[in-house]
């Protein structure tokens, strides 16, 4: 029996295929049948996205999920309803779990939870050394043929030059992405915010810039060495987005690069107080380097936007400064979150925010998604652009509540999200 979806009277907005306009979507057996004016057929549910922008499901290139092992901080679960109630539909799980995900075991274990879970699509990733130590390698072509996106050590850098050129060539060799999180640990140091004045008055040991700017540029010398697919993880300084600019433009077409909305919206200053839920890697970083960050944006330098979803439980955070985990909750706001720091702000359109966060981070992992292509999966967020809101950690899906958004106003809100043609967010319900 055929299961069909009306979806009537919205904005679609789909970059993909140049869509911007109000029209109808047909959705038949989880896949798009149809994109027009006044759709007329029967259908055995129908929602009416009159004033909404209708869009291709979000994706997520970088989310903690932390299952197996630190359920206690977040499962597959839980991220995957807090996704949703961001509009989210495709996430792709990074590998520091407990035991680390540098086997086919791990792999395996997180396609077969997440198929169990049945809410959003999760592609899990690998890491990139085993243990994340840095010294040798995963096992990356198994990992990869049980299912694994991408390899990535990220959380920590590969330190060893010699080892990271070997890692290269051996993704190339398999074919499979290499994500890197980019920091000299000899710069970074005892660190825990960003170098500058802001530091200098809290009197917290600093950051400097310059520990992401060698490595991103380490990075990419390898890359175009290797010739392997490299996609750069969280990027947040001037120095960074200036070196991607250069390979760019100098035709390196294998090298990608994102930035977690918080590097695009918050600076340094969210540190005063000693607020520990604005302690993150990298650190939040001083009024120009996010200026610089924007122009990346604008200027096409920068290929996607993410969370960096990284959910702690309070106790990790409630210490000194110094001593709390780094890392924020990002997956019910990333989206209002553009809209309100970018869009609204009159720095890029909402058609470009939106590429940023489907079918470009759908082309760097390779995966048909993120289009309303016809016979494309019918992966569909619908938002109301007119709602503002106010943050609230502890009311969210995530099962942490460390959201550095916490107690701010956005613009824009999730109101109904579906994953191969079925509704399973709605009105701030999980429905399946």
């Given amino acids: 029996m055929t299961n069909t979806l009306l979806i009537k ?216 060495m290797t010739g392997a697919r490299l996609h750069l993880l969280h990027n947040s300084s001037i120095g960074a987005v200036d070196a991607i600019r250069t390979a760019k433009k100098n035709g390196h077409k294998n090298i990608t690069a994102e930035v977690s909305v918080q590097h695009f919206s918050l600076t340094d200053e969210e540190c005063f107080g000693y607020n520990t839920n604005a302690k993150m890697y990298p650190p939040l970083r001083s009024k120009r380097h996010v200026e610089a960050i924007i122009e990346g944006i604008k200027d096409g330098t920068i290929d996607a936007f993410t969370t960096d979803h990284a959910p702690h439980i309070e106790p990790d955070k409630l210490l000194p400064f110094q001593d709390a985990a780094f890392g924020s909750i990002g997956l019910e706001t990333s989206f209002a979150v553009m809209n309100t720091y970018l869009v609204e702000a009159g720095h890029i359109d909402l058609s470009t925010g939106i590429s940023k966060m489907t079918h470009e981070p759908a082309k760097i992992i390779r995966k048909d998604k993120g289009t309303l292509s016809v016979g494309a999966d019918a992966d569909i967020a619908i938002f109301d652009m007119n709602k503002e809101w106010v943050v609230s950690g502890k009311d969210g899906f995530s099962k942490s509540h460390n959201c550095i958004f916490d107690g701010k106003k956005l613009k824009g809100k999730a109101i109904h999200t579906i994953v191969d043609g079925t509704v399973k967010y709605s009105n701030g319900k999980i429905t399946q």
């Avoid at 055995?44 to 994706?59: E, F, M, N, S």
């Avoid at 005892?190 to 040991?205: A, D, F, N, Y």
Wanted: proline letters at 4%.
């Fill in 9 to 224: 009277n919205g904005h679609v907005i789909d970059p993909a295929n140049g869509i911007d306009s109000v029209m109808d979507v047909y959705v038949a057996d989880g896949k798009i049948e149809n994109l027009g004016k006044n759709i007329s057929k029967e259908a055995d549910q129908t929602i009416d996205a009159k004033g909404l922008v209708v869009t291709p499901g979000l994706i997520d290139l970088q989310v903690h999920v932390r299952e197996p092992g630190r359920e206690d901080k977040e499962t597959i679960e839980t991220a995957s309803m807090a996704a949703l109630a961001g509009g989210i539909t495709s996430i792709v799980a990074m590998p520091n779990t407990a035991p680390i995900a540098d086997d086919q075991t791990v792999i395996e274990f997180v396609i077969k939870r997440a198929k169990e879970v049945n809410l959003v699509n999760v592609y899990p990733s690998g890491a990139t050394t085993k243990g994340q130590h840095g010294k040798s390698l995963s096992e990356i072509n198994e990992m990869k043929h049980s299912g694994a996106v991408a390899i990535t050590d990220d959380g920590v850098d590969v330190q060893d030059e010699n080892v990271l050129r070997r890692a290269m060539e051996y993704a190339k060799t398999c074919d499979i992405l290499l994500m890197s999180h980019c920091e000299t640990d000899t710069l970074t140091g005892k660190g825990v915010m960003h170098e500058g004045w802001v530091s200098t008055q809290l009197g917290l040991p600093g950051i400097p810039a310059a520990s992401e700017d060698l490595a991103v540029q380490k990075n990419i010398i390898l890359a175009c």
